[in-house]
Structure formats: structure tokens, C-alpha cells
């Protein structure tokens, strides 16, 4: 078993940046990649950065690309997402997920945080 936790949303102005924090406690076994998801209003969770079990490999949507960077550390027991350029449509819930093998898509990761709120002004 494993519990995600997100820290670090909030508001922010458009074209500022902020970085989000997800702590896991307890050992993963079969979650080793690592992703962030999004949903906003009326919206499907859509797939944002994810992170393979080395820190090594990731993979990026391209509405974040160039924008976001995950990464990991403290023994692959913390993920990170730096988003720069933040615009008003990256306004969501973010949420933060793990699996066994990364996937490109919210649907392929089986455990999930709570998610914290990031809003962009314009």
C-alpha cells in the first residue's frame, strides 16, 4: 500500500510559476512510476508529466511540454512538478498517482492523492 499527498497549489498569476510536492508514505512495490494528473470542472482527468522508477525517463503532454518538469528524490519517495508559464487553462485539480508501469494516460495508474487546487489569474 502506498498514500500520496500533494502540497504546494495555490494562486498564482498567469505566467508565474509554482511547484507541487507529492510525498508517499509507506513502500511501493507495484506502483514505481510516478505521474501527475489534472482534472478542472466538468472535465475529464487528464494525464500531465510522469516519471519512471530510475527518475530517468519522463514523459510529458504536449499542452505542458517545455512548461512543467517532473522529477524525483529522497530515495524515489518524493515527486515534483515545476510548472513555469503558468496560464489560466492549467487551472485544475492536481493530482498525483503511481503504478507499477508508467502510462500516458490518468486511467493506467492506480493509486491517487487527494489532489490540491491550482488556480491561474489572468
Known amino acids: 500500500q502506498v498514500q500520496l499527498v500533494e502540497s504546494g497549489g495555490g494562486l498564482v498569476q498567469a505566467g508565474g510559476s509554482l511547484r507541487l510536492s507529492c510525498a508517499a508514505y509507506g513502500r511501493t512495490f507495484t506502483a514505481d512510476a510516478m505521474a501527475w494528473c489534472r482534472q478542472a470542472p466538468v472535465k475529464e482527468r487528464e494525464f500531465v508529466a510522469a516519471i519512471g522508477w530510475s527518475g530517468g525517463s519522463t514523459i510529458y503532454a504536449d499542452s505542458v511540454k517545455g512548461r512543467f518538469t517532473i522529477s524525483r528524490r529522497n530515495a524515489q519517495n518524493t515527486v515534483y512538478l515545476q510548472m513555469n508559464s503558468l496560464k489560466p487553462e492549467d487551472t485544475a485539480v492536481y493530482y498525483c498517482?503511481?503504478?507499477?508501469?508508467?502510462?500516458?494516460?490518468?486511467?493506467?495508474?492506480?493509486?491517487w492523492g487527494q489532489g490540491t487546487q491550482v488556480t491561474v489569474s489572468s
Open positions: 498517482a503511481a503504478a507499477q508501469i508508467i502510462s500516458v494516460k490518468a486511467g493506467g495508474y492506480d493509486y
